[in-house]
């Protein structure tokens, strides 16, 4: 198909996706069912058109998360960082790992796939989705006690790179496993270089291009958003030739560009919440091309009970494990933040990983990630605001005085 056809195509359904994205949020629903059910009702043959190119989804998939962390990071106060910074760190670090290692035994006994396969599926669905969880606060338009909002939001923009780190360390043990088990000293060694590599890279980026725009006089406004997406493309390719975490370096670059930027602060946060909503609706849409209508329906019983025991089981026992330091926490707000654990489109890229590499039974994985990521954005989706309100931890605004 020549690619001016297909440009116009994905352009038409980006339109169509907008169009019904003010629908969605007036039913509570995050933007990535809509652009996915757009991709899903067009692609694949229904007319005429057929997309199966898995190399190309995951770097459409990689750039758009790379994106959308970034301007994450862009719209974080440091405020909110300094008040969420221990209990949403522990759990953007620790969760994700206990959420891995309890999930991936739970799927061993269910499935036929050997454990370090299992971790891997465990290890794809471990984070939380940070567009998910922004979409539904924002369209319930939730006040939450205690600060539990701004720690669910602080977890979800910042358990990315460990989760990608896990998926990606064990899809290059299942494809290298001839090669022997990796050591003890090899995995601390390749977890501190990628976090040390990303967290400097985006340190050195954050503060030059701070010090450049505040110091140096631009002819013309309209250049600060551009300078600062020449620094972001910077950050992530020097970050992934040093062989550090991408995902780590345009998240810490994005924080201190936003909150230390002086002049064209504001347009520049326009500029790139439009850039993330492109990046957005694009990788919604070439998922739901990705993914193959007819082929779902044979593993949607199959992933019914592993999305269940995700979301009462792995997901609150890891994060009652990474409470236990904060025993001033209340048990509302610790089974609050245990059962509201949303999945978005991240684990449907990160499930495009081992996929694009070739391990064995990732195409079913792909499609079992989709129905858990369905059934969290449903269920723990529509049962935030009620849990919230029979928790007491809903601040519901004041009424108008009479």
């Known amino acids: 198909m020549p690619p001016d056809i297909i440009i116009l195509g994905i352009s038409i359904l980006i339109a169509i996706g907008i169009l019904l994205h003010h629908p969605s949020k007036t039913l509570g629903l995050p933007s990535l069912l809509i652009f996915m059910g757009v991709g899903l009702a067009f692609g694949n043959g229904e007319f005429g058109f057929v997309y199966d190119d898995l190399q190309l989804t995951s770097v459409i998939g990689t750039i758009a998360l790379n994106t959308i962390v970034f301007v994450g990071g862009l719209n974080t106060p440091m405020k909110h960082i300094r008040f969420a910074w221990k209990e949403g760190g522990m759990l953007s670090s620790a969760g994700v790992i206990f959420t891995t290692i309890i999930f991936g035994f739970i799927l061993n006994a269910l499935l036929d796939f050997n454990l370090i396969t299992c971790m891997l599926f465990a290890a794809v669905v471990s984070s939380t989705d940070a567009a998910a969880v922004f979409s539904i606060l924002e369209s319930k338009k939730l006040k939450l006690k205690h600060g539990t909002g701004t720690i669910l939001e602080f977890e979800s923009a910042t358990n990315d790179p460990i989760a990608l780190l896990m998926v990606i360390m064990l899809t290059d043990f299942i494809i290298n496993s001839a090669s022997g ?114 082929q779902l329906m044979p593993v949607f019983t199959v992933s019914l009970l592993p999305a269940i025991l995700l979301i009462l089981v792995a997901r609150p026992l890891a994060v009652q494990l990474c409470y236990l330091p904060f025993r001033q926490a209340s048990w509302r707000k610790r089974l609050f933040v245990s059962m509201i654990g949303l999945k978005g489109a991240t684990p449907i890229v990160f499930a495009l990983i081992p996929a694009a590499a070739g391990v064995e039974g990732s195409r079913e994985m792909i499609h079992m990630v989709f129905f858990i990521v369905l059934i969290s954005v449903i269920i723990q989706g529509a049962a935030i605001e009620p849990l919230a309100n029979k928790l007491k931890l809903n601040l519901k605004p004041k009424k108008p005085p009479q």
Do not use: R
Request: glycine content about 12%; proline content about 4%; hydrophobic content about 55%.
């Open 181 to 294: 088990t990796p050591t003890a000293l090899s995995i601390v060694t390749s977890l501190g270089q990628q976090i040390g590599v990303g967290a400097v890279i985006g340190l050195i980026m954050g503060k030059l291009s701070v010090w450049a725009l505040n110091n140096i006089k631009l002819p013309e406004f309209g250049l600060i958003p551009v300078f600062i997406l020449a620094a972001f493309t910077i950050t992530v390719s020097s970050t992934e030739i040093l062989g550090g975490n991408e995902l780590i370096a345009v998240y810490i670059a994005g924080v201190i560009i936003g909150n230390y930027l002086k002049k064209g602060a504001e347009v520049s946060k326009h500029f790139f919440n439009g850039i993330s909503w492109l990046a957005q609706s694009l990788m919604f849409i070439i998922l739901g091309l990705q993914i193959f209508p007819q």
